[in-house]
């Protein structure tokens, strides 16, 4: 008889894992390489998560949280009077541009790659994840049109700040347009 799984051993081994991949920006490494920068063995790894797919697909599960903790904590701007649109979009591109988010959001590109390809997980992960985005704009334009015409601007400007580590033509894309529709708004 095998010993029963340890749900805490597991969340530990999945934590440091997701740390791990977000650190290098990827989902792709082996089990035996996520074993070794973690201090485990692959064999622990199997173990408790059956394949490197599962391990993967509890790994993209918990992306989802760890982004909606940290990409969505912008959420109680939408009900702060005090900034315009154009600002307070501002300070969620300073969020999203954060050297703290640079790695979660690399690997949610990944993710993004992957669900291009065909990957049903990754593609439940990104169907969630725009309806986030598109929520949260909604929230401040209550606009589904504008805010999905905001969504679209801010992939764009994350497809080039995410190579280039340029920001500041995103937050000129953002500020350009925000004014733009503020006109006809």
Known sequence: MSRPIEP?????????????????????SSINAFAKIIGTSGRMLVYHFG??????????SLLEIRLREQLWSFHSLSGNKTNGLVETLLEMWKHLTSPEMHGLLKLAMEVNQRSIQGDLETQ???DNETQQWIDSLYNLTNDKTVALLFFHVFQGALLDFLPTGEE????????????????VY
């Open 168 to 183: 500041q033509r995103g937050k000129q894309s953002i500020e350009v347009f925000a004014q733009s529709i503020g006109t």
């Open 8 to 28: 805490q051993k597991k969340q530990k081994l999945l934590e440091g894992c997701l740390a791990d991949a977000i650190e290098v920006g990827v989902l792709d």
């Open 51 to 60: 394949s490197k797919q599962e391990l993967e697909k509890q790994l993209i």
């Open 124 to 126: 439940i992960f990104v």
